[in-house]
């Protein structure tokens, strides 16, 4: 490579990535994770860690495309883990529960948030299953039998369908009053990380200015997968469906691994190939994603500050108030937040959105 084009490439582009959380934003990067919330108080707090990969361990995970698949497992495990973290930094599991409470903590104890999590990982992971994989394999047979005979179109009519599902599921999701909030500060999330990116100094002014869509977001993974699944589906046999679900699912780590690489490729090239493969995602960020008001945008610049401590070194992070936390952030700054001080607020690029390493 020339020292002319390494010029050309941005050190910062890939370094952080986030995911957004209930009333709040999780930042990772190399340097650590920090997830911080805003309370009902109108406090930010932030429960800080550091995330090591299996990768790290053994050699064998950072080969390609096996490299993708333990990269969205872990990711898919941090996501739900954040999630949990968020709704117990908000202090949503201190309210009274109710008969059947009472009894899941009287069996279960302290891990009962835990069990609840996992709980909800399994029957996500099955509804996304019927909704995303057997519903538009069992609609294309429909099609092809009592309408018109697909033939070798059924793969991308299967792809189709797919589509219009998810961007249904979306759009109907979006008309939840939390849900829209969410969706907020996921544009606070993009828009601070291109800030970033930029190199621009991080405050509410500056990020206002950036665009709420960002190539690297997990909403535009999602599509790259849906396309290499209509590739890959147009070898499969589509006489049953059970089969060809079955196959579907057995060969959807090849499918994450191939587009973990192609999210590799995206992060270090912008070219006309992967402009168009990207739009689809773009465009449908449009609904995952909306403009945040100041207050959420304060709260990302404190998630990617506390995420990248060498980078901040004089930034005080507000610590959650709350075990261990609690004895730091009287060490290091009593009482303090981010609205008493507004103005502190490798090769493969870091992860977020629940996808892969190299999104966002």
């Keep these: 490579m020339s020292s002319e084009k390494q010029k050309r490439i941005n050190p910062r582009m890939g370094c952080v990535g986030g995911q957004a959380v209930m009333e709040g934003v999780m930042m990772k990067s190399r340097q650590g994770i920090a997830t911080a919330v805003r309370r009902v108080d109108g406090d930010i707090i932030v429960r800080t860690g550091n995330v090591k990969s299996i990768k ?15 990269n969205f497992i872990e990711m898919m495990t941090l996501s739900f883990s954040t999630l949990t973290a968020s709704a117990e930094m ?33 029957l996500g992971i099955a509804v996304a299953l019927l909704l995303f994989i057997w519903l538009p394999a069992f609609l294309a047979k429909i099609v092809s039998r009592y309408i018109v005979t697909l033939g070798g179109w059924y793969s991308l009519v299967e792809g189709l369908l797919k589509m219009a599902i998810f961007i249904s599921y979306l759009l109907l999701v979006s008309l939840m009053p939390d849900i829209k909030r969410v969706f907020a500060y996921h544009g606070a999330e993009h ?32 599509f790259v997968i849906l396309i290499i699944s209509i590739l890959i589906g147009s070898v499969l046999p589509s006489g049953v469906v059970w ?38 995602g773009l465009w449908v ?7 945040p008001d100041d207050k959420m945008m304060e709260v990302a610049i404190v998630s ?11 930034f005080v992070i507000p610590y959650e108030k709350s075990g ?20 502190n607020t490798g090769d493969e690029p870091v992860a977020a959105n629940s996808m892969p390493e190299e999104e966002i």
Aim: proline share 4%; hydrophobic share 35%.
């Design 285 to 291: 960020q449009r609904i995952t994603t909306k403009e």
């Design 304 to 314: 990617i500050k506390s995420s990248l401590r060498s980078e901040f070194p004089d």
């Design 191 to 222: 828009k601070s990380i291109f800030c970033y990116e930029a190199g621009e100094e991080l405050t509410v002014e500056n990020i206002r200015t950036k665009k709420r869509f960002h190539p690297r977001c997990g909403t535009s993974f999602i």
């Design 243 to 280: 089969l060809r679900v079955m196959l579907k699912i057995l060969l959807l780590p090849l499918v994450v691994g191939i587009g973990f690489e192609y999210i590799i490729y995206v992060g270090k090239h912008e070219n006309l190939l992967t402009r168009i493969i990207s739009a689809p």
């Design 56 to 70: 790290d361990k053994y050699k064998i995970f950072r080969l390609p495309l096996i490299r993708g698949i333990v």
């Design 90 to 122: 908000l202090g949503i599991e201190e309210d009274e529960p109710g008969r059947f409470g009472k009894w899941l903590q009287k069996h279960f104890g302290k891990s009962v948030i835990g069990l609840a999590s996992v709980i909800g990982m399994v």
């Design 324 to 343: 261990n936390e609690a004895d730091k952030a009287d060490n290091k700054n009593e009482d303090k937040n981010i609205n008493e001080n507004p103005e």
